[in-house]
């Protein structure tokens, strides 16, 4: 790309011009393909590297106490970049809003006016925090970076600036644990990188990108840095998904339960063509695969009235749903006194559910089980229909090729179709040959299995709620426990990452 920019006879408008069409065209090629596959962004074409980015991460919004520590040493600058304090090595300072209060009260209770104004606080002032060497103490935690603190009247706002990789460091400590595979962490890295992309100034109203929870991303700075973690963050430095040119909005969860949702059945508005439901054959020894919940009358009562719901006898309950054990729009309760109903969103916040994909058992019917289990958590009894051509080698319902010695690593083709589908790889215009079973359709979950009804003896009134259920999560995108089981097989991240998001591209930054 260097010496395409300093040729002497092209225009590096023109050839910067001709490079951007030519990788969107591949672009729109690779996507039909349904392939994974590194692409240069055209900045990077035309100006060459750039700077890592820096993500701002919110760590408190109204902290009512700060304690940070300086391991190595640091500095306070004020607002308009003056040094107003430095810090001696294992130096500490300790802030708190009640001494704030405490001290604004005791200045106005007939002491000195001069005294009064004398008096140091922080309150309407920000603060930007730095160590020499070592990272940060905020509160009994370490941060890379540095903290900028604004002191304000109802509390301390925190926030973080740490550069990108550092940034995804301390997500995918949080976020997978440190003993999944290799490949499975690779996978969050890239999911960890490309959300913050797409979602920087999310919090823009707050004063930075991104938030350290589960809202966005758990954020654990060095604490949940481990040495495999770091290694994996640096094996995929820059690299992100993108579909149609931008970084995707990549959704995650702990465990699917056999089929993640599409984005517009769980949080409304367009589809994302890359956010499909997809049925996932990896997560049987996930948390909260399967669950049940026991809900006794008074609890039942207790949660419903907090929402203008109320009787006194339960005579029966379902779940208005899509399919079997999919997930909920509505729950719906027959009592004394008629029909009420909740959403389904609703209900798992009431009775804290793991997800919103359940039956219940009523005392109308029985729940039965669907015959066509999902396929062997080991992979070696995979059930499918009896037209299906058999797997190919790389995993369940995928195809990998080996190209040449510049052909890069095997790529691979996503379940999608119950037909055979051919695609070309880019790199090696070699024909694959993928076998595919169906990616939707409730047919293929295995739903809770035959049940007793729970109901008081000698009458249809109900005693309790019981639940049925499976997945924990919101269950758009990757599945976790499905891409660590997926890992522990052997696929590579390469191939984890399309086969829960459909129709992406990798794309590595050029810093």
Same mark, same amino acid.
């Given at each position: ?33 349904? /392939? ?36 190595? $040493? ?5 607002? !308009? ?9 294992? =130096? ?17 209770? @007939? ?54 990789? =550092? ?7 949080? =976020?997978?644990?440190?003993?999944? %595979? ?28 991104? /938030?350290?929870?589960?809202? /966005? ?20 430095? &820059? ?43 990896? /997560?049987?020894? &996930? ?8 809900? %006794? ?56 559910? %793991? ?19 999902? *396929? ?8 499918? *229909? ?7 080698? $790389? ?8 190209? $040449? ?20 790889? *880019? ?10 079973? *169906? ?18 003896? @000698? ?9 049925? @259920? ?14 660590? =089981?997926?890992? !522990? ?13 459909? &129709? ?8």
């Amino acid at each position: 790309m260097s010496r395409l920019n300093n040729s002497r006879k092209s225009s590096p408008v023109k050839i910067a011009t001709f490079f951007s069409a030519h990788v969107c065209l591949l672009s729109a090629f690779l996507i039909l393909t349904g /392939c994974a596959f590194f692409l240069p962004s055209a900045s990077e074409a035309a100006t060459g590297r750039v700077s890592e980015p820096i993500v701002a991460i919110g760590l408190a919004a109204k902290a009512s106490e700060v304690h940070l520590g300086f391991p190595s $040493g640091g500095d306070m600058i004020d607002e !308009r970049g003056r040094r107003m304090k430095s810090f001696r090595t294992a =130096e500490r300072i300790d802030w708190s809003l009640a001494a704030e209060r405490q001290a604004e009260q005791q200045s106005g209770r @007939g002491r000195s006016r001069r005294r009064a104004q004398r008096r140091e606080t922080w309150v309407g002032h920000t603060y930007q925090f730095v160590s020499r060497r070592s990272p940060i103490g905020f509160n009994g935690r370490l941060f890379r970076g540095v903290m900028i603190i604004s002191f304000l009247p109802d509390g301390a706002r925190v926030v973080n600036r740490v550069g990108l990789e =550092e940034y995804v460091r301390g997500v995918v400590g949080g =976020e997978m644990g440190s003993l999944s %595979p290799m490949e499975s962490l690779k996978a969050q890295a890239v999911i960890a990188r490309t959300y913050v992309m797409a979602n920087r100034g999310k919090h823009g109203r707050d004063g930075y990108d991104v /938030c350290s929870l589960d809202h /966005c991303q758990v954020y654990g700075g060095v604490g949940a840095e481990r040495m495999i973690v770091n290694q994996a963050v640096e094996a995929t430095r &820059g690299v992100i998904m993108i579909s149609s040119g931008e970084p995707i909005s990549t959704m995650y969860h702990a465990t699917c339960g056999g089929m993640t949702s599409d984005n517009d059945a769980v949080y409304g508005g367009k589809p994302a063509a890359y956010l499909r439901r997809v049925k996932c054959p990896f /997560c049987a020894t &996930g948390l909260n695969y399967r669950w049940t919940r026991r809900i %006794p009358m008074a609890l039942l009562l207790k949660r419903l009235a907090t929402v203008s719901i109320t009787f006194t006898r339960l005579f029966s309950a379902d779940a208005l749903a899509s399919a079997p054990l999919d997930r909920v729009d509505r729950l719906r309760f027959h009592t004394e006194r008629g029909i009420f109903s909740i959403k389904g969103t609703v209900a798992r916040k009431l009775f804290n559910l %793991p997800s919103t994909t359940f039956v219940v058992q009523t005392s109308l019917s029985r729940q039965r089980p669907i015959s066509s289990p999902l *396929p062997n958590i080991r992979g070696t009894a995979i059930n499918r *229909p009896a037209s299906a051509p058999a797997m190919l080698p $790389g995993g369940p319902g995928v195809a990998t090729t080996r190209g $040449g010695p510049n052909s890069g690593p095997g790529h691979m083709v996503p379940q999608a179709e119950s037909r055979l589908h051919m695609s070309i790889r *880019p790199s090696d215009v070699r024909k694959i040959l993928a076998a595919h079973i *169906p990616a939707s359709g409730s047919a293929f979950l295995d739903t809770s299995p035959d049940r007793q009804l729970l109901l008081k003896q @000698g009458g249809l009134e109900m005693s309790e709620l019981v639940l049925y @259920g499976r997945g924990y999560g919101h269950q758009v995108g990757l599945c976790q426990s499905g891409a660590v =089981e997926a890992g !522990r097989r052997g696929w590579s991240y390469r191939q984890i990452l399309p086969f829960y998001y459909r &129709g992406v591209l990798l794309r590595r930054l050029g810093y």
